[in-house]
């Protein structure tokens, strides 16, 4: 499997996020570190996600989905980093 982050901005006030929740969710296993921004562990490619992420957003919203290597840092709940550790990154 491989990890991607999935990072998006909806833009109407007052969006409904457990649709879109329950997408990501439904890709496999996840971590949701930072308000826009999931971690998800998922046999399926960037334009699938992507596919599936877009089926529960509005039109104008916008969401970025890319492969995470093993070259990263930043500043995160414990439990981010214990996890892509869990995930060999």
Partial sequence: MTVYIITYDLKSPGQDYSKLYEKIKSLGDTNHPLESVWFVDTPKRANEIRD???????????????RVTSNYGGYANKSLWTWLTSKGL
């Fill in 52 to 66: 599936i992420v877009r089926s529960a957003m509005d039109a104008n919203d916008s969401v970025f989905i890319t």
